[in-house]
């Protein structure tokens, strides 16, 4: 089961992951600096999935977890900034400087990638496609496991990979 959680949006305003029971979820981690991230957001790869999947109702979460003075992190402004200059599609980007989230859940790189069913267990976890590098012309022949498990999942079909490992920058985690 995906474990619980409450983070601040770009707007101030707390979301928690229970307010989307019964409804598909994806988790992104994200860092704008990191070269993997630019991949699918300068070919707006990501931005194209994050569109046709909360146009079928997808809640698509996007979390900014590196630390405070890290590389990566962000303030809300700086946030709103990105989304609007990316013109990007997801729900909400949270804000997680403290790294909670990412410890809860064991996010070790931008972009780890989760989809949450609507009874709220993982069906996916890992890399966003095939192709562990930051060349944006790797997409068109890559496997995009997240677009994969989140077609089988809306399918009614088990997840053929539910498990894959996630490439990218690691989230810079606050210090203890």
Not at 41 to 48: A, D, H, I, T, V
Not at 94 to 103: E, F, I, M, R
Not at 124 to 132: L, M, P, Q, T
Request: charged share 20%; aromatic share 8%.
């Amino acid at each position: 089961a995906a474990p619980g959680f409450s983070l601040p949006d770009t707007n101030g305003k707390t979301r928690s992951l229970s307010e989307y029971k019964g409804k598909y979820v994806v988790l992104e981690w994200f860092n704008p600096e990191c070269p993997f991230v630019k991949k699918h957001y300068g070919s707006e790869n990501m931005q194209k999935l994050q569109q046709e999947y909360t146009g079928k109702g997808v809640v698509w979460l996007t979390i900014d977890s590196n630390a405070t003075g890290t590389e990566g992190n962000l303030t809300a402004d700086q946030a709103q900034k990105i989304m609007t200059s990316w013109k990007t599609k997801q729900t909400a980007l949270l804000l997680d400087s403290d790294s909670n989230v990412a410890k809860l859940y064991g996010a070790k790189n931008t972009p780890d990638m989760l989809v949450i069913n609507p009874e709220g267990k993982i069906v996916y976890e890992g890399a966003i496609d095939s192709k562990a590098t930051p060349n944006a012309a790797d997409i068109p022949n890559s496997t995009n496991y997240v677009k994969a498990a989140l077609d089988e999942s809306l399918a009614g079909k088990p997840v053929s990979n539910p498990t894959t490992k996630p490439y990218g920058c690691s989230v810079k985690y606050k210090s203890s």
